[in-house]
């Protein structure tokens, strides 16, 4: 019932900055956690941030906390994650998710297990 595309990923060296989008479109209400994942070869997906639709409460995982931030557009439909001072060991596939909510959670929401409905991914790769 709700689709996401991930924009924005490509190649950058260490130090540098990324913006990622992730547009939201066909869900039924405003009341998603939005998420923002990653997953390097070899390994199981992490989370990285989350944000509530309903209040705009954010959650970082302490691996990214300081460095990356998440934000909600609404009137884009669109949730970003500003990636700043990166590192060879970000070199991931990211991935946005969302999970329907009826009420505003005060959980970290950062495990995939929680979300239903996934984007396609979108490389990022940083050199060193």
């Known amino acids: 019932e709700v689709q996401l595309v991930e924009s924005g990923g490509g190649l950058v060296q260490a130090g540098g900055s990324l913006r990622l989008s992730c547009v939201v479109s066909g869900g039924t209400f405003d009341e998603y956690s939005i998420g923002w994942f990653r997953q390097p070869p070899g390994k199981e997906r992490e989370g990285l941030a989350r944000v509530l639709q309903s209040d705009g409460d954010t959650y970082y995982a302490d691996s990214v906390k300081g460095r990356f931030t998440i934000t909600d557009d609404r009137a884009k439909n669109t949730v970003y994650l500003q990636m700043n001072s990166l590192q060879p060991e970000d070199t991931a596939v990211y991935y946005c998710?969302?999970?329907?909510?009826?009420?505003?959670?005060?959980?970290?929401?950062?495990?995939?297990?929680?979300?239903?409905?996934w984007g396609q991914g979108t490389q990022v790769t940083v050199s060193s």
């Open positions: 998710a969302a999970a329907a909510l009826w009420a505003p959670t005060m959980t970290p929401m950062l495990h995939f297990l929680e979300y239903d409905s």
